[in-house]
């Protein structure tokens, strides 16, 4: 990524939607089509870049600050990109109303866009214990109910009927 096409970035980032697409409409008239599908690569290994550099931050400062052996963990839950993505596909299966604040079936929460949580959770959609919520622990920190948005999630794609099949 050249550096001016940072400095586009970071002011782009700054404004709200209809002004990101608005710059980014500009940036594809001056630039072409070749320059911002280059520019969009780039950007989403930055953010890959970024995911990671935080994952590695949060170990040391759990080993360095916080006294943690690195034997104890195996780094943190933390957000990506393709964590995020998986958070969108989950979070439309049902309305989190309900759900605790940080439900990985609430859309843009840290569970979310984590792709350990968002992968367990459509996992857990095909066993019969269930998908647990975090929210609510016991006194060993074990989770004691099932997740509000996955049963909500489960309950929806159970309501829905079958696919019809291509040409019926």
Known sequence: MTPSDAADIANIA???LPMRQECLSYYL??????????????FIGMANSVAENCAEMSDQ?????CGVHPDKFTSVNLPTIIGACQGVMIANKCDPVG??????????SIANQSPIATSDAEFMAHEQKGFLCHAHLDDQGEPTKICVGHAK??????????????GS
């Open 99 to 108: 759900a605790c604040y940080g439900c990985a079936y609430r859309l843009g």
């Open 153 to 166: 999630a489960t309950k929806t794609v159970a309501e829905r009927p079958p696919r019809q099949r291509r």
């Open 29 to 42: 008239e001056k630039n072409g089509p070749r320059c911002l599908v280059e520019l969009f690569a780039q």
């Open 61 to 65: 400062v759990l080993i360095e600050e």
């Open 14 to 16: 700054l404004l709200d």
